[in-house]
């Protein structure tokens, strides 16, 4: 799903999440809720900062997958998922739990692989046909004459 | 007199104990969760060197989102 319309659900489905924006490994800006493009980036750079800062903290090999920073002012969410990441502003006291699952499910629909694509119809109807040819040449079964 | 010195010092004991509950809910409002790959989790409270390195990034965040 495109990162902009996977945003458009989030901010549907989830009331307490004020702004978002998902950007790559890179720090480029893939999807924003925010209409400033510069603001966007700066948003990013900042989230960036955040997660390199909260890497140096950990103190195991395991990678840190997303973060959560409440202030008085509002709370911070950074959830990652491979190259993909999301950065969320909410107001004060917002359901945890609640933000993180949507903010992991925004990021799946983003990664999803699209769905292969079926297969054509006509196929369908060769190998009936093909099924078809196969009982017709079927030898018939042909009763015996009854012995004398 | 000494019923309503009784009086004072029970309003008294209960200002300073709402302060200290209100400093106290202020205090751990203020924090950040860091999840990681394996399923452990930190949990950094205001006043730890992590979380003093990282509440001011959130405050920057959360500036730059509302465009102040």
Known sequence: MDAQQALADLTEISSQIQA??????????TGSTLADPGR?????????????????????????????????????????????????TTGG????????????????????????ARKPAARKKTAAASKKKTAARKPTTRKKPDAP | MRRSLAVLLGIVGGMLAGAAFLRRQAAQRDHADLYFEDGSMLSLTNGSPGAERLLPLAREILGKARGT
Do not use: W
Not at chain 1, 61 to 76: F, P
């Open chain 1, 20 to 29: 978002a924006v998902v950007f790559d490994d890179k720090g480029k800006v």
């Open chain 1, 93 to 116: 006291n917002p359901t945890v739990g609640l933000v993180l699952y949507d903010l992991k499910s925004a990021l799946r629909s983003i990664n999803a692989k699209p769905a292969p």
């Open chain 1, 40 to 88: 966007s980036a700066e948003l990013v750079q900042a989230a960036s900062e955040l997660l390199s800062t909260a890497e140096g903290l950990k103190s195991g090999n395991s990678v840190l997958t997303q973060l959560e920073v409440a202030t008085r002012e509002g709370s911070v969410f950074v959830v990652r998922d491979g190259p993909t990441s999301i950065v969320a």
